[in-house]
Nanobody
Framework: QVQLVESGGGFVQPGGSLGLSCAASGNIFNVFIMGWYRQVSGTERELVATISSGGTTEYADSVKGRFTISRNYAKKTVSLQMNSLKPEDTAVYFC???????????????WGRGTQVTVAP
């Protein structure tokens, strides 16, 4: 099992910045992917950004150039710096951790409890 503890989020005006952090602990393998997804009530959860244990990143088109994901491999933490925030970024943001024992195994996903980000005047 892997436990995730999220921090950050809150309220900010359009154009402002917020940061999110997530720390993973438990039975963690050497190769994993950490990231952030977001969900607006009544819609599907969508990818925001991910980063692999090797440092490979992936971003949703809607956040490219505004959000930056980073990770500390030794501490098993992932952070998301969100700049130039827009009202449409308002959502509950969930930390995600996925790993598999080997290349032949399926990935197992773990989720944080979620943290609210609200962007409004």
């Amino acid at each position: 099992q892997v436990q995730l503890v999220e921090s950050g989020g809150g309220f900010v005006q359009p154009g402002g910045s917020l940061g999110l952090s997530c720390a993973a602990s438990g039975n963690i393998f050497n190769v994993f992917i950490m990231g952030w997804y977001r969900q607006v009530s009544g819609t599907e959860r969508e990818l925001v950004a991910t980063i692999s244990s090797g440092g490979t990143t992936e971003y949703a088109d809607s956040v490219k150039g505004r959000f930056t994901i980073s990770r500390n491999y030794a501490k098993k933490t992932v952070s998301l710096q969100m700049n130039s925030l827009k009202p449409e970024d308002t959502a509950v943001y969930f930390c995600n951790f996925r790993q598999r024992r080997n290349v032949l195994a399926k990935y197992t996903d773990y989720w944080g409890r979620g943290t609210q980000v609200t962007v409004a005047p």
